[in-house]
T-cell receptor, first 113, second 116 residues
């Protein structure tokens, strides 16, 4: 199982770009990398998923180097409402079995005015 | 409904009582996961189902915890003889089976359990 390591916390200011890096040295060939956002008293919410190189959607970008041993979630121009816990999840291998999906400790992002 | 539904949303029980938590996944999602989140902590994996079978039960904290899934849909997490340390939010998530969309988990709002 691919273990993930993220910074415990990060601070930023409104309007800045925030980059959160996750290490996953023993990622498997078939594993995808998925990032989630969690607000207090809510379940985590899917942000973005990728396998390699760069993926961009309306809320974030995900950068994955060629060796796939890490990934970086990039949040452009954060606002106060982006204050949340961000989790990196590695897994989902196999064509018919998602496998055991283990979350790391997550990164608490605090956006200040 | 369109999303993952969990019930009850809140449950207060006395130590030693049994509780059942229910999860109704998104239609067509064959994978179903249970996690536990204590106050201020991360998500602790409990068990997952692929269809009706549970390939890995190693995350269940003790033999007081059990889970089942019938008809490839609804799942029930049962905690027997509850203890105060069982107090937490129990989150259920579902996803499509393997491939590109695997790992994209859709979470319910959780069941908050308080054991007095």
């Amino acid at each position: 199982l691919a273990k993930t390591t993220q910074p415990i916390s990060m601070d930023s200011y409104e309007g800045q770009e925030v980059n959160i890096t996750c290490s996953h040295n023993n990622i498997a060939t078939n594993d995808y990398i998925t990032w989630y956002q969690q607000f207090p008293s809510q379940g985590p919410r899917f942000i973005i998923q990728g396998y390699k190189t760069k993926v961009t959607n309306e809320v974030a970008s995900l950068f994955i180097p060629a060796d796939r041993k890490s990934s970086t979630l990039s949040l452009p121009r954060v606002s106060l409402s982006d204050t949340a816990v961000y989790y990196c999840l590695v897994g989902g291998h196999g064509s018919s079995n998602t496998g055991k999906l283990i979350f790391g400790q997550g990164t608490t992002l605090q956006v200040k005015p | 409904g369109a999303g993952v539904s969990q019930s009850p949303s809140n449950k207060v029980t006395e130590k030693g009582k049994d509780v059942e938590l229910r999860c109704d996944p998104i239609s067509g999602h064959t994978a179903l996961y249970w996690y536990r989140q204590s106050l201020g902590q991360g998500l602790e994996f409990l068990i997952y189902f692929q269809g009706n079978s549970a390939p890995d039960k190693s995350g269940l904290p003790s033999d007081r915890f059990s889970a089942e899934r019938t008809g490839g849909s609804v799942s029930t997490l049962t905690i027997q003889r509850t203890q105060q340390e069982d107090s937490a939010v129990y989150l259920c998530a579902s996803s499509l089976p393997g491939g590109a969309r695997a790992g994209e988990l859709f979470f319910g709002e959780g069941s908050r359990l308080t054991v007095l």
